[in-house]
């Protein structure tokens, strides 16, 4: 686990221009830095770089970057079975210098090439530079669990784990994305391939990006994605036996997230997808595995749960209540966490349980996917509900149905926003084909009303379309899998997947998440979705196989998660932060939000008639970021 940074350029630049990106990024990599510096026979500067947090193979054979025959290679991340991959390059007559996964990726890719990749399982990114073909590889894992960005403006290249290290670059142009800025407001967060900058992207999970030299032209091939996955028949299987089958690959997935020559902990929530990990880990181990929770005396309190969880296992526990004086501070450092506007509050106990266990290990294993991969999330049952009801309206009246509905929504007043946004999201739903009535229902829950975003920003002219182009999940039989596929692509890999890692590794914490493991996605999803939401039970399967370890009756309590009362905070010991960094004259003069629809929904907000009021947290993110990035 890692940083790494990297240019390519003819122009003229400071050979101490790569040395100051990896500094930018120091905290992903406190226990060794390096940079190494090609100029090839084009004139073309190759700089790399990499702040090496040390896990496998802590001696010096692990330093980054590294070079092997022509290639030169800067990673991120683990590969688990790096040892069974290095067994098969043995036998084909590699050598090896280390014990490292760094040095079996290199091998890998000088016998298979991009082919390698299919042999992994991990969680990486890695920039490869091959002097033979003067290309750059890059390459992000499958679900997104490590970032990847990436510039091109002019001829010049940039490339990182986070979007700092371009500051520090004298050719990169901080230049706001409007487009960035409209899909941050509407998910709260800004998808792959946007970054808050134009001409800055970010790699998509599952993808090669191959930058040729020689031409300066840059090209995407997608190796693995979600949608390929749920085009797969479903089995034809009991249910012991599936059960049986994906609990195997489970026990697989959580052993190998054990494999470290550092000490591994977990952040033990006392939800069914922690417990899950944590049972499989402790039952293998000979010793106790430290776990950690965050406690908070407002919002959902899971730590006296996950004290119970812990002591059946028999975990070494640490519990820890923040009062809300810290989760407050952590705020002021939110966007140099996060680079860029990020609204999602749960971040803020993410930062604070790193923070906690980084004190006794330098891994800790998180148990994120669970809900994406087997029908956890709430708005599924609500979803196959919905959906079923506009299926009940026939083909030949869905394109009459829907034009009425909207001249019905033109009658309802502005002040009855989620009215208008109900009755417009279900008008533009049964206007489409069916198979993606799942699609537009699961993005009109999840999203921000187009309503409000045009309202809010400045000569934006947001619709319902979707931001995924829907004819790629065309093949998926089942409305309700191009779903689950929807949010595997967007929230799971935008969201929570970008929390996880900016949270751990602002305090040199690597974060491993066993249920990501492509086996259990790909798997998961043959199953018939009985298996996996029967109706009554979300995450049956899941459920059952937790059950195998813990009493049933332990694990019946409401789901929860991680959350604190933002919103009321906002109101109250927060309302003095809104004044400092919400300043209308200055929003007038950046020519992005509407101020004078800021300033009243804020005074909405503090009189408690505003209808919105997530919309006041990104706000206050957004302006944030811009206080600290762009002034």
Same mark, same amino acid.
């Given at each position: 686990?890692?940083?790494?940074?990297?240019?390519?350029?003819?122009?003229?630049?400071?050979?101490?221009?790569?040395?100051?990106?990896?500094?930018?990024?120091?905290?992903?990599?406190?226990?060794?830095?390096?940079?190494?510096?090609?100029?090839?026979?084009?004139?073309?500067?190759?700089?790399?770089?990499?702040?090496?947090?040390?896990?496998?193979?802590?001696?010096?054979?692990?330093?980054?970057?590294?070079?092997?025959?022509?290639?030169?290679?800067?990673?991120?991340?683990?590969?688990?079975?790096?040892?069974?991959?290095?067994?098969?390059?043995?036998?084909?007559?590699?050598?090896?210098?280390?014990?490292?996964?760094?040095?079996?990726?290199?091998?890998?890719?000088?016998?298979?090439?991009?082919?390698?990749?299919?042999?992994?399982?991990?969680?990486?990114?890695?920039?490869?530079?091959?002097?033979?073909?003067?290309?750059?590889?890059?390459?992000?894992?499958?679900?997104?669990?490590?970032?990847?960005?990436?510039?091109?403006?002019?001829?010049?290249?940039?490339?990182?784990?986070?979007?700092?290290?371009?500051?520090?670059?004298?050719?990169?142009?901080?230049?706001?994305?409007?487009?960035?800025?409209?899909?941050?407001?509407?998910?709260?967060?800004?998808?792959?391939?946007?970054?808050?900058?134009?001409?800055?992207?970010?790699?998509?999970?599952?993808?090669?990006?191959?930058?040729?030299?020689?031409?300066?032209?840059?090209?995407?091939?997608?190796?693995?994605?979600?949608?390929?996955?749920?085009?797969?028949?479903?089995?034809?299987?009991?249910?012991?036996?599936?059960?049986?089958?994906?609990?195997?690959?489970?026990?697989?997935?959580?052993?190998?997230?054990?494999?470290?020559?550092?000490?591994?902990?977990?952040?033990?929530?006392?939800?069914?997808?922690?417990?899950?990990?944590?049972?499989?880990?402790?039952?293998?181990?000979?010793?106790?595995?430290?776990?950690?929770?965050?406690?908070?005396?407002?919002?959902?309190?899971?730590?006296?749960?996950?004290?119970?969880?812990?002591?059946?296992?028999?975990?070494?526990?640490?519990?820890?209540?923040?009062?809300?004086?810290?989760?407050?501070?952590?705020?002021?450092?939110?966007?140099?966490?996060? !680079? =860029?506007? *990020?609204?999602?509050?749960?971040?803020?106990? /993410?930062? &604070?349980?790193?923070?906690?266990? #980084? %004190?006794? +290990?330098?891994?800790?294993?998180?148990?994120?996917?669970? !809900? =994406?991969? *087997?029908?956890?999330?709430?708005?599924?049952? /609500?979803? &196959?509900?919905?959906?079923?009801? #506009? %299926?009940? +309206?026939?083909?030949?009246?869905?394109?009459?149905?829907?034009?009425?509905?909207?001249?019905?929504?033109?009658?309802?007043?502005?002040?009855?926003?989620?009215?208008?946004?109900?009755?417009? +999201?279900?008008?533009?739903?049964?206007?489409?084909?069916?198979?993606?009535?799942?699609?537009?229902?699961?993005?009109?829950?999840?999203?921000?009303?187009?309503?409000?975003?045009?309202?809010?920003?400045?000569?934006?002219?947001?619709?319902?379309?979707?931001?995924?182009?829907?004819?790629?999940?065309?093949?998926?039989?089942?409305?309700?899998?191009?779903?689950?596929?929807?949010?595997?692509?967007?929230?799971?890999?935008?969201?929570?997947?970008?929390?996880?890692?900016?949270?751990?590794?602002?305090?040199?914490?690597?974060?491993?998440?066993?249920?990501?493991?492509?086996?259990?996605?790909?798997?998961?999803?043959?199953?018939?979705?009985?298996?996996?939401?029967?109706?009554?039970?979300?995450?049956?399967?899941?459920?059952?196989?937790?059950?195998?370890?813990?009493?049933?009756?332990?694990?019946?309590?409401?789901?929860?998660?991680?959350?604190?009362?933002?919103?009321?905070?906002?109101?109250?010991?927060?309302?003095?932060?809104?004044?400092?960094?919400?300043?209308?004259?200055?929003?007038?003069?950046?020519?992005?939000?509407?101020?004078?629809?800021?300033?009243?929904?804020?005074?909405?907000?503090?009189?408690?008639?505003?209808?919105?009021?997530?919309?006041?947290?990104?706000?206050?993110?957004?302006?944030?970021?811009?206080?600290?990035?762009?002034?």
């Amino acid at each position: 686990m890692c940083g790494i940074c990297g240019y390519i350029t003819a122009k003229p630049t400071d050979l101490n221009i790569i040395n100051k990106m990896n500094t930018a990024m120091s905290h992903r990599g406190p226990d060794d830095s390096g940079e190494h510096y090609i100029l090839n026979a084009n004139g073309n500067q190759i700089a790399m770089g990499q702040a090496r947090l040390s896990i496998i193979d802590l001696s010096a054979g692990g330093h980054q970057p590294m070079l092997f025959k022509h290639l030169t290679i800067v990673f991120n991340g683990e590969i688990y079975n790096y040892k069974e991959i290095k067994a098969e390059l043995t036998n084909l007559n590699h050598e090896f210098n280390s014990g490292s996964d760094t040095e079996v990726i290199l091998h890998a890719f000088d016998q298979w090439g991009m082919d390698a990749v299919n042999k992994f399982i991990g969680m990486f990114a890695f920039a490869i530079y091959n002097a033979k073909t003067n290309k750059l590889y890059c390459c992000r894992d499958r679900a997104g669990a490590k970032p990847f960005y990436y510039y091109y403006k002019n001829g010049t290249f940039l490339f990182g784990s986070e979007l700092k290290v371009f500051h520090a670059h004298p050719h990169f142009e901080k230049e706001i994305n409007k487009k960035a800025v409209e899909v941050y407001f509407r998910y709260r967060y800004i998808p792959a391939p946007f970054t808050i900058f134009s001409n800055a992207h970010k790699l998509e999970a599952g993808n090669w990006l191959i930058y040729d030299l020689e031409t300066n032209q840059i090209e995407i091939k997608n190796y693995w994605n979600i949608i390929d996955v749920y085009t797969k028949p479903k089995l034809k299987i009991d249910y012991q036996e599936a059960k049986s089958e994906l609990k195997k690959i489970l026990v697989s997935a959580c052993n190998y997230r054990m494999v470290a020559d550092v000490s591994v902990g977990i952040f033990l929530s006392g939800g069914f997808d922690s417990t899950l990990v944590a049972s499989v880990v402790q039952n293998s181990s000979p010793i106790p595995l430290k776990s950690f929770t965050i406690g908070f005396e407002e919002g959902n309190n899971e730590a006296p749960y996950a004290k119970e969880t812990a002591k059946y296992l028999g975990t070494d526990h640490t519990e820890y209540y923040c009062t809300q004086k810290e989760s407050i501070e952590i705020i002021n450092d939110l966007p140099f966490i996060f !680079d =860029e506007p *990020f609204a999602d509050s749960s971040a803020i106990p /993410t930062i &604070l349980v790193s923070r906690l266990a #980084v %004190k006794e +290990v330098k891994v800790a294993l998180s148990a994120d996917a669970g !809900d =994406e991969v *087997f029908v956890g999330y709430n708005r599924y049952v /609500t979803l &196959l509900q919905n959906s079923n009801k #506009v %299926k009940q +309206v026939p083909k030949y009246l869905r394109k009459l149905s829907s034009k009425f509905i909207s001249t019905v929504e033109n009658f309802v007043p502005d002040n009855k926003m989620f009215e208008k946004h109900k009755l417009k +999201v279900f008008s533009n739903t049964i206007s489409q084909n069916q198979m993606f009535d799942s699609l537009n229902l699961l993005d009109g829950a999840i999203s921000t009303p187009p309503q409000i975003l045009n309202k809010l920003i400045l000569n934006n002219k947001s619709d319902y379309n979707l931001l995924i182009d829907r004819n790629n999940f065309g093949l998926i039989e089942s409305s309700y899998d191009a779903a689950l596929a929807y949010d595997y692509m967007l929230y799971l890999q935008n969201d929570i997947l970008t929390k996880v890692d900016k949270a751990a590794m602002s305090v040199s914490l690597e974060g491993r998440e066993p249920l990501l493991d492509h086996r259990i996605a790909e798997y998961a999803a043959t199953l018939p979705l009985a298996f996996k939401y029967d109706g009554i039970t979300t995450k049956k399967i899941l459920k059952d196989i937790v059950y195998d370890y813990v009493p049933k009756e332990m694990m019946e309590r409401p789901k929860a998660g991680f959350s604190i009362p933002i919103n009321k905070w906002l109101k109250s010991s927060l309302s003095e932060l809104i004044d400092r960094e919400i300043n209308y004259d200055e929003i007038r003069k950046q020519g992005i939000l509407n101020a004078e629809f800021v300033k009243e929904m804020i005074t909405q907000f503090r009189a408690n008639n505003f209808f919105y009021e997530l919309l006041i947290w990104e706000v206050l993110q957004f302006q944030m970021w811009y206080n600290r990035w762009m002034k």
